[in-house]
């Protein structure tokens, strides 16, 4: 998908692997000016030269920590500052626990539900701000999950966590049309990484493959169109709508 992304200065938290790399890595060959945004900041500085040396776009990089408030608003006035605006913002940034939920620990809980839903809405508010600050018609991008609109096992506080970001992206959209600031969710359903690459291939993983409809996973790329077209203008009366990305999984038992 072909879309010119010239003049949009675009931040993405959890920049640093995953599909937060992906994304960075098909905005700037859109031609879009970047602010990355993870933990690990040395990651993130060899990913900005590499896109920067490819493409010329502008790539800035900034440390941040989710699970803390006064880091996300020193990162997003750093992006700020230094792109000169935001006019995007996906709000990448995610982990998960799997375990039965007897076995999952208070510590694994907050960790889960700081980082996806809290650390989700204090990025959100913050970029918001500067938006309405700088009267910038803004768009923002939330990473939600089927699991936050279906349920599987094992996965209960990463589930949760993305239905709160799916209740979000439509309480915030809402909220913030007056303002200009689209706010909508991309929904993905399972999509290989390296990460989970080695269960997909286990007996287990070929199973639940199996009951998605198109009978595949999904990769990076196949989030590539629902992800340009939010952060694009081409979708400049979409509010408060969630994308899934799925295969048709959520028609199905999860």
Not at 107 to 131: F, H, K, P, Q, Y
Not at 133 to 140: A, L, Q, T, V, Y
């Amino acid at each position: 998908m072909n879309v010119d992304l010239s003049g949009k200065r675009i931040v993405i938290t959890g920049a640093s692997g995953g599909l937060g790399e992906h994304f960075a890595r098909v905005l700037s060959h859109s031609g879009a000016s970047l602010g990355l945004v993870a933990r690990r900041e040395e990651k993130l500085e060899r990913l900005a030269e590499e896109l920067e040396s490819r493409h010329g776009n502008l790539v800035v990089v900034t440390a941040c920590d989710v699970l803390k408030p006064d880091s996300i608003e020193r990162a997003m006035s750093k992006m700020h500052a230094q792109l000169g605006g935001i006019d995007v913002l996906i709000n990448n940034a995610g982990v998960s626990k799997q375990a039965p939920a007897l076995c999952q620990t208070l510590e694994d809980w907050d960790s889960v539900i700081n980082t996806n839903l809290r650390g989700c809405w204090l990025a959100a508010t913050a970029a918001a701000r500067l938006m309405i600050e700088d009267d910038c018609r803004g768009s923002i991008v939330n990473i939600a999950s089927i699991l936050g609109i279906g349920v599987s096992s094992q996965v209960a506080p990463y589930a949760i966590s993305k239905a709160g970001v799916v209740q979000m992206t439509k309480a915030l959209a809402l909220e913030w049309s007056r303002y200009e600031i689209r706010v909508n969710a991309l929904v993905p359903g399972y999509i290989r990484t390296d990460l989970n690459a080695a269960f997909f291939d286990s007996a287990a993983g070929k199973a639940l493959i199996s009951r998605i409809p198109q009978r595949r996973l999904g990769e990076p790329g196949d989030l590539d169109g629902p992800l340009l077209l939010l952060v694009s203008d081409a979708s400049s009366f979409m509010t408060g709508a969630l994308i899934p990305v799925d295969g048709g999984h959520l028609l199905n038992a999860l």
